[in-house]
């Protein structure tokens, strides 16, 4: 199981000093016995029907383990320098794709972000980190002040490394670019793929109500979360809802089961609170909380409070807690029900044809994220569908 979760986010993570890469949750991945090779092709298909390749710029970005790193052209990993910003004030870490047809590169053990920018160039930033250690500004596309937010742009997400290969794309942050992404090894899987015509049925959907807001033109989709941080979107959005959920369950147990066991818990005191494998507390979230599924809903990676925070906010950004008493819930259809529901990643599930989605950062739940693993990949693929 992987977890997007620890994977920076928001306006001030865009200094991704930590490093952008994703954490495994503990585990090997299935057929991870056969070790992974120290590389392997990364194809980049260019699909879109709305630029040619020569428009099309390429970004691989993230970290080897000790260092933040970047993949050139020639599929060598480069550590990130601060000599690396030109007149400008910024680095071009740009890879063209290939003059027509599929681009080939040779990706190596690293974790990160893989960054398609559409029409123009993304600026990304050498900086200094906390620990005086060069690090990347990544681009924040849902802050107008960021030098980014023009440029049409997207990203998927990835660790390779001897156990494997896990990757995603997401919505996490916002939406924008489709992408796909299809993985060859011990299987061959696909995840991320939009339905003929979902992007603009997605844009047309949300351009309504508290949504609208967060719709950018033909640009993007702001996720609600740094929606409510630009001050565009309900900050009390979901308090009924978690107000209703905090009712209901002192008078009655709500049972989470995590791989430690089962938690049975009740709201005392303004908490929810459980005991089972371990005792687990938590604070009325709000609606910030529920929607960066942090703050009152943070997960550390005990395998303790974690599972039960992930569990606790999925359920209320799916709003299944008042339909079911037992959580987690795996029937997509009584997701996204409750009211107010979570239009956004409601919309964003619609879209896949597999019907997966990161849509908000503990979607793996269950498993509906979308999210695939090979602990013997042979080859990448990365997609830009239709528009």
């Given amino acids: 199981m992987i977890s997007r979760r620890k994977l920076l986010g928001g306006a001030t993570a865009a200094v991704a000093a930590a490093g952008a890469g994703l954490t495994l949750a503990g585990g090997r991945a299935s057929g991870a016995g056969n070790r992974a090779a120290s590389s392997m092709p990364l194809h980049i298909v260019n699909n879109s029907g709305a630029y040619d390749n020569a428009s099309v710029w390429l970004y691989v970005v993230g970290n080897d383990g000790t260092r933040q790193v970047r993949l050139t052209p020639e599929g060598e990993v480069r550590p990130v320098a ?89 919505m996490v942050d916002m939406f ?84 430690a066991g089962v938690f049975r818990g009740r709201v005392s005191g303004g908490r929810l609170s459980f005991s089972g494998p371990g005792d687990v507390s938590f604070a009325k979230p709000s609606t910030r909380d529920v929607l960066f599924c942090d703050g009152a809903l943070a997960a550390p990676n005990d395998g303790v409070t974690g599972p039960v925070a992930a569990i606790l906010g999925a359920a209320l950004n799916r709003t299944t807690l008042l339909a079911s008493a037992t959580q987690p819930t795996n029937d997509p259809a009584g997701f996204y029900q409750g009211d107010p529901a979570h239009l956004y990643a409601k919309a964003m599930h619609a879209a896949t044809v597999d019907g997966k989605a990161y849509g908000f950062a503990f979607d793996d739940v269950e498993g509906f994220a979308s999210y695939i693993q090979d602990g013997a990949p042979a080859e990448i693929t990365l997609t830009l569908t239709p528009f």
Wanted: hydrophobic letters at 35%; a negative charge.
């Fill in 82 to 170: 601060l000599s690396d910003n030109g007149p400008d004030g910024y680095t071009d870490y740009a890879i063209p794709l290939a003059a027509s047809g599929t681009t080939t590169l040779r990706l190596p053990h690293m974790s990160g972000r893989i960054y398609t920018a559409l029409g123009d160039r993304l600026k990304f930033r050498a900086v200094e980190d906390g620990n005086g250690k060069p690090a990347l500004a990544y681009p924040a596309g849902w802050v107008e002040s960021d030098p980014n937010y023009a440029v049409l742009h997207d990203c998927a997400e990835f660790t390779f490394n001897p156990d494997g290969m896990f990757c995603n794309t997401t």
């Fill in 176 to 259: 924008s670019v489709p992408l796909a992404i299809q993985l060859n090894g011990a299987a061959q899987q696909t995840t991320g793929t939009l339905r003929d015509g979902a992007r603009a049925r997605v844009f047309a959907e949300l351009a309504d109500g508290p949504f609208g807001s967060l719709v950018d033109g033909d640009r993007r989709i702001v996720a609600p979360g740094h929606g409510l941080d630009a001050g565009i979107f309900p900050g009390d959005y979901f308090d009924p809802y978690v107000d209703e959920v905090w009712s209901r369950y002192a008078s009655r147990d709500l049972s989470v089961t995590t791989n």
